[in-house]
């Protein structure tokens, strides 16, 4: 979605996440950056998150965090931008309380940041189940799982108090299925997996929900840029075997967001176009 100054229109108070506070990490750039733009649509408040201000220029989408907050802000929400490590736990309270400051407190939080980057910044490579880097897994289970786990330890208490809130954490495909590559991101998105239907368990009397989305190959610019690409897979079209637009996994994060999934928790949805059909 290209934010312009109509997107939010005038009659921001019927939209279905006016006055919440959505926190997506990882949404300087890619499918986290579709997800802020989509709930800002909807109404929220938006605090941008990156690990750095330069990290959202990586792929060419945009040149920095704070000139896409200016872009938001242009298309009518009420914007914070915040960099840090989401792998650092002093980080993660500095920024969550710099958020809340500046919008007050979340109501939305979405673990998006992520990725399958290893311990010198590129893919791990090896990466089999018997054969990979231990620096590499560490990275990978820090960048992705632990990251989750100290973004929602900061501000899921927050929610419980208040008794509202809902957490969508990004996993992957791979999480449910075996993989014989990529083993510390499938192993690290399984496992985000299990920690939100856990989180979710401790959340359940306070009405705070958790769920996880889990795309498959979307076509960010990150994913774009560092992999050979099927062409045929690229093509828009009604047919689902194609790769996913950023917008399709932004649409599944939104459900979760708002009102129409106020009794769904603890739950996975499967965004692959039908490419993995099996039970649970
Ligand atoms: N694009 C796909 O095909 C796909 C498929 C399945 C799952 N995912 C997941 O979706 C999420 C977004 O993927 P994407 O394709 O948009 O990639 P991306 O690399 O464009 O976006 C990831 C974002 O997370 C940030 N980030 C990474 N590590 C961080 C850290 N330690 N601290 C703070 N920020 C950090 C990056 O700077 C970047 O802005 C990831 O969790 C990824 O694993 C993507």
Avoid: W
């Avoid at 791990?124 to 330890?153: C, Q, Y």
């Amino acid at each position: 979605m290209v934010v312009t100054p109509s997107s939010r229109g005038t009659h921001g108070s019927s939209l279905p996440l006016h006055g919440q506070v959505a926190f997506v990490t990882g949404s300087g750039r890619g499918l986290g950056r579709t997800i802020a733009e989509k709930l800002m649509s909807l109404g929220a408040d938006i605090v941008l998150h990156d690990i750095s201000e330069e990290a959202p220029a990586r792929f060419g989408e945009v040149e920095s965090l704070s000139a896409l907050a200016k872009l938001l802000k242009a298309g009518g929400a009420n914007t914070a931008a915040v960099t840090g490590d989401i792998t650092d736990s002093a980080a993660v309270e500095r920024m969550v309380m710099a958020a809340q400051e500046q919008l007050g407190p979340v109501s939305v939080l979405v673990n998006c940041a992520g990725g399958d980057i290893g311990a010198d910044g590129n893919k791990p490579n090896p990466s089999t189940p018997t054969n990979f880097k231990l620096e590499d897994v560490h990275a990978v289970l820090n960048r992705n799982l632990i990251g989750t786990m100290l973004m929602s330890r900061a501000i899921a208490p927050g929610m419980m108090k208040r008794e509202a809130g809902s957490i969508i954490n990004v996993a992957s495909i791979l999480a449910h299925q075996g993989s014989a590559i990529e083993i510390g991101y499938a192993c690290a998105k399984a496992a985000i997996a299990h920690y939100t239907r856990c989180l979710a368990l401790e959340l359940r009397t306070s009405g705070v929900r958790a769920n996880v989305v889990s795309p498959g190959p979307a076509k960010t610019a990150r994913f774009l840029a560092t992999r050979t690409t099927d062409p045929a897979m690229l093509e828009d079209g009604p047919s689902l075997q194609r790769y996913a637009a950023p917008a399709e996994i932004a649409d599944a994060v939104s459900f979760f967001a708002g009102p129409d999934s106020r009794y769904v928790s603890g739950q996975v949805m499967r965004i692959d176009g039908a490419a993995g059909l099996y039970a649970a």
